[in-house]
């Protein structure tokens, strides 16, 4: 921001800016002694008609001040707020190999209860009471060939993803582990624009807690094991005066043939859809966030189970990272694997991160 006055002249910006002393030439004014403060710099008074600035060639100081400024380069510094992804990011430099990239092309669908996240919700069924369902894992880029923003990337990549989905009985004695899901699976994404793919394989295995095993030895313990290849996609679409691509569509089939020939229970095909609410560009603070999902599997006769959420999520990170809180509500059958054919109908509260 400049600010003239007939008196003195004082520029100020995110960097220093140094005039040199005696002789120094701005223009055609000689200007003498300056004195540099952080953020600006004083010059003493001097004809108005003399004051010459060569405006072509100043850089505008929001300009200078997104470039060199440690903020985030998705946002500005003054208002925080995002500007439109057509606005904050028009690239068309060429793709490029990279490895370990941030941000992921195709993005974890908010609602699944068996997405590689950090999670942790606190909810209660009409028959089991309370439980404690947990999510330690995560999913990250190995490589990629492509351009665009982290937060936005377009072109491939691999993914490597994997999760413990622990369920435990919050009021139990030492709060015993009831069961765990193991999940473990490397996708490859394409993206370009509002659309999104996602191909590759994943491996899931559920086991029954040691305490619970104790206390239910009558229980009959299933192996419920998947080995499944998958094919999906979503689409991205809405907008708001200052944000994009504020909804999300979405489905995904997966098929493991072999699972049930190796001695289990699971059957081959599943298949999961969905419909998100998410601002791609919040503002400070956050904004809200909700999600229907539903998850079909063939051993359960192609029902499963049918679940929403809705609360708040903060601002994203460069990466698209991405942490909510909020309520849940699940019906059908069970997400744990070594409970897939229980009924449940449960609401409660939870906090999710996505990287």
């Known amino acids: 921001m400049l600010h003239f006055s007939r008196h003195n002249i004082l520029i100020s910006a995110s960097v220093l800016f140094c005039i040199g002393s005696n002789g120094s030439t701005w223009g055609q004014t000689h200007l003498g002694v300056v004195s540099c403060i952080a953020g600006g710099a004083t010059v003493p008074r001097t004809s108005e008609s003399d004051l010459i600035l ?36 028009p690239d068309d430099s060429p793709p490029t190999m990279q490895w370990f990239p941030n941000g992921l092309i195709y993005r974890s669908y908010l609602g699944s209860q068996r997405e590689s996240r950090f999670a942790c919700v606190l909810t209660k069924d009409e028959h089991l009471g309370w ?45 015993p582990l009831l069961s765990t899901d193991f999940r473990f699976g490397i996708p490859i994404t394409y993206g370009q624009g509002p659309w999104r793919f996602k191909t590759g394989y994943y491996h899931i295995s559920s086991h029954l807690g040691d305490e619970y095993m104790i206390a239910t030895p009558d229980f009959t313990r299933y192996n419920y094991s998947r080995d499944a290849f998958i094919l999906a996609f979503s689409y991205y679409f809405g907008r708001s005066p200052a944000t994009r691509y504020d909804w999300r569509c979405y489905a995904e089939v997966t098929w493991a043939d072999w699972a049930k020939s190796r001695g289990g229970v699971a059957e081959p095909w599943e298949f999961l859809f969905g419909v998100e609410y998410s601002p791609a560009l919040e ?14 599997r063939e051993e359960a006769r192609f029902g499963g189970h049918f679940s929403m959420q809705a609360g708040w999520q903060l601002q994203r990170g460069p990466s698209g990272a991405l942490f909510r809180f909020g309520g849940e509500y699940v019906n059908g059958k069970s997400t744990q694997g070594s409970f897939f054919k229980e009924y449940e109908n449960r609401i409660g509260v939870g906090m999710w991160y996505d990287f």
């Open 131 to 175: 439980l404690w369902d947990v999510s330690l894992g995560g999913r990250v880029g190995l490589v990629r060939y492509g351009s665009g923003p982290d937060f936005w990337p377009d072109g491939w990549q691999v993914d490597i993803e994997g999760a413990a989905f622990p369920r435990l009985d919050p009021w139990g004695v030492s709060t």
């Open 283 to 296: 503002f400070r603070g956050g904004a809200p966030f909700a999600t229907v999902h539903a998850h079909l």
């Open 54 to 89: 060569p405006v072509a060639s100043i850089e505008p100081i929001e300009v200078a001040h997104r470039r060199i400024s440690p903020c985030n380069a998705y946002r500005t510094c003054h208002s925080q707020e995002y500007p439109s992804l057509d606005q904050a990011w």
